[in-house]
Nanobody
Framework: QVQLVESGGGLVQPGGSLRLSCAIS????????MGWHRQILGKQRELVAA???????NYSDFVKGRFTISRDNAKNTMYLQMSSLKPEDTAVYYC???????WGQGTQVTVSS
């Protein structure tokens, strides 16, 4: 059974940084794409960044240059390093596995002074 468990959210001041983690179990982690999405209150869920099994990455324009997606196959974990955070980045962040089509439980990121 595939499971995705996220961690790393929290409250941060504007301009600050956070790193989100998504640990996946139940399947071979090194294959398939994965991604980070977010849902701002009252809005639809949107793609933040994605990574393929061979390390290619894709970012939405609103995070380019500020966020970095990565994966550690040895630890079965995907990361989202977020820097220069803005109040408009406040959202629930979800990881998604392309192979199983499953979502993590979500982790709240709040950017506020």
């Amino acid at each position: 059974q595939v499971q995705l468990v996220e961690s790393g959210g929290g409250l941060v001041q504007p301009g600050g940084s956070l790193r989100l983690s998504c640990a996946i179990s139940g399947r071979l982690f090194s294959i398939g794409g994965m991604g980070w999405h977010r849902q701002i209150l009252g809005k639809q869920r949107e793609l933040v960044a994605a990574t393929t099994s061979d390390g290619r990455t894709n970012y939405s324009d609103f995070v380019k240059g500020r966020f970095t997606i990565s994966r550690d196959n040895a630890k079965n974990t995907m990361y989202l390093q977020m820097s220069s955070l803005k109040p408009e980045d406040t959202a629930v962040y979800y990881c998604r596995d392309d192979i199983s089509n499953l979502w993590g439980q979500g982790t709240q990121v709040t950017v506020s002074s």
